[in-house]
């Protein structure tokens, strides 16, 4: 049989033409020809580690990206990434963790080793997409394979992406190709459609069950009158679209009002909203958004001097170091999280400060997150450094710095939140590879009760087996998916805590979680709750007290349901319930039994 070069893959290249732009109109032709070359080979930051089944992730390295001049005149580079997020670097190297300590594991995949291709997606949609291609098509340009293109695909499965916005899109096309997605961090409730995300797991609980978990706060301390502000993306608009659908006024409560944060500092607007929540009644002030609105947000309640309100944080802000300030505490001291599961990772800081850029180098460029984090943190380049660094008396980075002494948030594994998902993603992929490698000839689930086969493995045969994983972590919680692809949700409440010195923290006080035998449960340690008020109790937020004996409520025109006026029962009526009066039916014997 005759052989031919392909692009190593099972991508269809046409979707990649017609989506992307960058192979030419020759690459559905050109897998018949004697060359294959890749038309857009994507030079991104990363780090890799090879294996028998290589495993990718896409995380957020750097915070920040710079558009490149888009004149055609040359070939078009990628954006530049900047700003280093180390909390993200700890979140890749918790992969990289995870998939070692398996490889350790005798007991888990034997003579199978897991690799690793892990890229920055720079918080951009296109370079996470990028990154999303690069991982199922390949970056080899040459390839020899037998005509039918058989062996398994650069990627069985990818960890990420970090948002739901990113998600959504990538999980759009993954899907059609049955490609397992497994998230640590995107919540949208608008990914457990199975009918549009039939490959998309994650290991973080969904928007809507936050909500509901907010919802049963709410009812626990009698507020049923708050207010709502939300991000303008995926994230916010389906989480308001919760509470507007959930919300009962029986006994949830109602929303005074609900408000879109802007991206970026808005003044105008950030005074209006801020105007807003002044004004209301409302004593309770829901924010489901992201760090940089509250940054922004808070800014203007302190020109103000919004006081008196009781905070409640979605998990994007919940334990954000930057909010956690003296300067901010008289206004956001007491704030309710509910934030992601923190666990524990035996070994985790060891492995971490092992790290060193000649063991990751991969590129002659030294496009590595690596290499990055070494001229962060020691303020040095390695070489060739950029033009007139040395003059300016710049430091060429050697790779032997000494990292042990050094006092980083990358070595910090006190609070781990969405690294403990990572792991958790991690080995739910492992396991289900685990699950398919032990079938047993003839037994199989596959046409003809076939197995799948370690040198032709496809993607779609480990969304089966994702589907029915189920493991215990070493720190004691379960891991299984259900029929939308969400784990068993389970999230911690925690409290803003303001100490008398001035310093803050941010303490556990409960935790909210669903079981498959005992539905959702709401567990608080009201004692451990700091409030930020002059009671020293949870505060009181309602649009209308309850009515008392003899009178009924009367809805306000126009106004939700929770607003009330209490008006007399009518004559031959009574009232012995709250805000309800019944016809009067008592016999004489009864009234002479009074008197």
């Not at 109109?25 to 290589?54: E, P, R, W």
């Not at 940089?292 to 919004?306: C, D, T």
């Not at 492995?351 to 460029?365: E, N, V």
């Not at 009574?574 to 039916?585: D, F, P, W, Y």
Request: aromatic share 10%.
């Amino acid at each position: 049989m005759s052989k031919i070069k392909v692009m190593r893959g099972f991508v269809d290249n046409n979707l990649l033409l017609l989506m992307f732009s960058y192979l030419s109109s020759a690459v559905s032709s050109s897998l018949y020809s004697s060359s294959c070359l890749l038309q857009g080979q994507f030079n991104l930051n990363g780090m890799h580690k090879t294996g028998d089944v290589i495993l990718g992730g896409i995380f957020q390295i750097n915070f920040f990206s710079a558009d490149p001049d888009l004149t055609f005149t040359s070939e078009p580079q990628l954006p530049t990434c900047y700003g280093f997020n180390i909390i993200g670097l700890r979140q890749a190297q918790s992969m990289a963790f995870a998939i070692d300590e398996i490889n350790r594991n005798s007991n888990l995949l034997p003579n199978v080793t897991l690799g690793y291709s892990l890229y920055d997606n720079c918080i951009q949609l296109r370079i996470g997409f990028r990154a999303a291609l690069a991982l199922v098509s390949g970056q080899e340009e040459e390839v020899t394979v037998e005509e039918n293109c058989v062996g398994t695909p650069p990627v069985l499965g990818i960890v990420g992406d970090t948002t739901s916005s990113n998600s959504i899109a990538i999980s759009t096309v993954l899907g059609l190709y049955r490609v397992p997605m497994v998230s640590y961090f995107a919540t949208c409730s608008c990914l457990s459609d199975r009918q549009k995300f039939p490959s998309f797991f994650r290991t973080i609980p969904s928007d809507a069950f936050q909500v509901n978990a907010m919802i049963q706060i709410l009812k626990h301390f009698g507020w049923t009158w708050a207010g709502l502000l939300i991000s303008d993306d995926d994230y916010g608009v389906h989480a308001a679209r919760s509470f507007h659908s959930d919300l009962d006024p029986a006994g949830g409560g109602c929303l005074a009002y609900t408000e879109i944060l802007p991206w970026g500092d808005d003044p105008a607007e950030l005074k209006r909203i801020v105007d807003v929540m002044r004004k209301s009644t409302a004593r309770v002030v829901i924010v489901f958004g992201h760090k940089s609105h509250m940054i922004n947000l808070m800014k203007e309640v302190v020109r103000q001097n919004v006081t008196g309100l009781q905070w409640m944080a979605s998990e994007a802000w919940a334990s954000v170091d930057v909010l956690q300030t003296p300067h901010l505490m008289p206004y956001l001291g007491g704030t309710l999280g509910i934030d992601i599961r923190q666990g524990e990772i035996p070994g985790l800081r060891d492995f971490l400060l092992q790290i060193r850029p000649d063991l990751h180098h991969g590129k002659a460029d030294g496009k590595t997150v690596v290499n990055q984090f070494w001229e962060h943190t020691f303020q040095c380049r390695f070489a060739p450094p950029p033009a007139g660094w040395v003059e300016t008396g710049g430091q060429l980075c050697t790779g032997q710095e000494v990292i042990e002494n050094l006092e980083s948030e990358l070595f910090d594994v006190s609070n781990l939140r969405p690294e403990y998902n990572v792991y958790k993603a991690v080995y739910a992929l492992a396991y289900a590879l685990d699950d398919m490698l032990q079938c047993e000839p003839g037994k199989g689930p596959f046409s003809n009760n076939t197995c799948a086969h370690l040198q032709r493995l496809e993607p779609w045969q480990l969304v089966y087996y994702l589907e029915k994983v189920n493991f215990t972590t070493t720190f004691g919680d379960q891991v299984s998916f259900d029929e939308n692809g969400d784990a068993l949700p389970i999230y911690d409440i925690i409290n803003w805590v303001w100490l008398p010195d001035g310093r803050t923290k941010v303490q556990r006080v409960g935790e909210v979680k669903r079981s498959a035998f005992k539905g959702e449960e709401l567990t608080l340690d009201e004692d451990k709750i700091f409030w930020n008020f002059e009671s020293k109790q949870p505060p009181r937020s309602v649009c209308s007290e309850s009515c008392p004996p003899g009178t009924r409520m009367a809805t306000k025109k126009g106004e939700p349901e929770c607003c009330f006026d209490c008006v007399p029962c009518s004559e031959g009526k009574i009232s012995n319930t709250t805000g309800e009066c019944k016809v009067l039916n008592i016999t004489v014997q009864q009234i002479g039994d009074v008197l």
